[in-house]
């Protein structure tokens, strides 16, 4: 689906990243912790960072479970490698088994010390401007996210705070309810998506730069073919482990994500399976996510919203983002 960051199917270590900032809830007003220039990079969400003094950009992955640095970065920050009790995979079959510590982090003026991350193999080194890693659910859902492109800004809010009293930049909003899925530390927030009269299970991704639908999900309830005329080929992807696979698209009449509908959506269609290394974990995991959304709901939508996922709520709020031009665009 992407050739830049990477979808864990099963978890082994057990961290989670807190700010260095704690408010008490003892009124409504939000508590803002952190914020982040942000822009899309390759179609993706990506934000600033620095780590260990050195500015770098982090993708912001809402559909990935465990943050990670890549090897390339981590070699020329001079940080240290510690192996890991547990492993993790990728989509494929890449082995992640060694962990770094981040001596200090600062995203905005929020400022977390000795954080553990993942140890994604290769990747970028950040002298090119690319991301040199993730941001992905496990830490993302210990506050609130607000992304806002039209201002460039994704900020982090205190969890703690009255309920449906979070849409500050607008009187008039949206609200949808989302279930966070997995069974290990990570929650992506997933939602109900009706496609054509069908009801999907849709995740939040801001790591795709477009809506993708598995081609199981394609084939099973919508009957579709592969090279037909109504999912003809478009191209190939790339999984995490390099592996080519061919790229199929697909036009829905109606797509509706909460109280938006949009016609004549095209969406792309890919050979999915973040379940796939289920089989041969054996007793090395201590947590295994085998749940899988029907659709990626990516930032093709997400970009034309002011998005706020309130993880402590279950709920999204939203409104159509203002005319500006999105960051990044």
């Known amino acids: 689906m992407r050739t830049f960051s990477i979808r864990i199917a099963t978890v082994a270590t057990t961290f989670a990243f807190l700010a260095s900032t704690a408010f008490a809830a003892d009124?409504?007003?939000?508590?803002?912790?952190?914020?982040?220039?942000?822009?899309?990079?390759?179609?993706?969400?990506?934000?600033?960072?620095?780590?260990?003094?050195?500015?770098?950009?982090?993708?912001?992955?809402?559909?990935?479970?465990?943050?990670?640095?890549?090897?390339?970065?981590?070699?020329?920050?001079?940080?240290?490698?510690?192996?890991m009790n547990g492993k993790v995979y990728s989509t494929g079959r890449r082995l992640m088994n060694q962990k770094t510590?981040?001596?200090?982090?600062?995203?905005?003026?929020?400022?977390?010390?000795?954080?553990?991350?993942?140890?994604?193999?290769?990747?970028?080194?950040?002298?090119?401007g690319k991301p040199v890693g993730t941001l992905a659910t496990d830490y993302l859902s210990n506050y609130d996210v607000d992304i806002d492109l039209a201002a460039g800004k994704v900020n982090l809010f205190d969890r703690n705070h009255c309920k449906g009293q979070v849409a500050y930049w607008a009187k008039e909003y949206l609200a949808s309810p989302i279930f966070l899925s997995n069974t290990g530390l990570a929650r992506r927030p997933e939602m109900t998506i009706v496609a054509d009269g069908q009801s999907l299970r849709g995740m939040i991704s801001t790591d795709d730069a477009k809506n993708v639908l598995r081609q199981a999900v394609a084939e099973s309830r919508f009957g579709l073919v592969?090279?037909?005329?109504?999912?003809?080929?478009?191209?190939?992807?790339?999984?995490?482990?390099?592996?080519?696979?061919?790229?199929?698209?697909?036009?829905?009449?109606?797509?509706?994500?909460?109280?938006?509908?949009?016609?004549?959506?095209?969406?792309?269609?890919?050979?999915?399976n973040i379940a796939a290394n289920s089989e041969s974990t054996g007793s090395h995991f201590i947590s295994i996510n085998t749940q899988q959304p029907d659709i990626y709901i990516g930032m093709d939508l997400l970009k034309k919203l002011h998005l706020y996922i309130a993880y402590s709520e279950n709920m999204i709020y939203y409104t159509i983002a203002s005319p500006k031009q999105a960051a990044g665009q």
């Open 101 to 128: 510590r981040i001596s200090s982090m600062r995203l905005g003026n929020a400022l977390s010390s000795d954080a553990p991350f993942v140890i994604y193999p290769e990747g970028h080194d950040g002298v090119d």
């Open 226 to 272: 592969a090279g037909s005329a109504e999912m003809p080929k478009s191209g190939t992807w790339h999984d995490s482990d390099g592996r080519t696979t061919d790229r199929y698209s697909h036009t829905f009449q109606s797509l509706a994500f909460g109280d938006i509908t949009l016609h004549n959506t095209t969406v792309s269609v890919e050979s999915i």
């Open 27 to 83: 009124d409504c007003a939000l508590k803002q912790i952190a914020s982040m220039s942000a822009s899309l990079i390759d179609g993706a969400l990506a934000v600033d960072a620095t780590l260990n003094d050195l500015p770098v950009k982090m993708w912001l992955a809402t559909a990935s479970d465990v943050s990670s640095i890549d090897e390339a970065f981590v070699k020329r920050a001079g940080m240290p490698l510690i192996d």
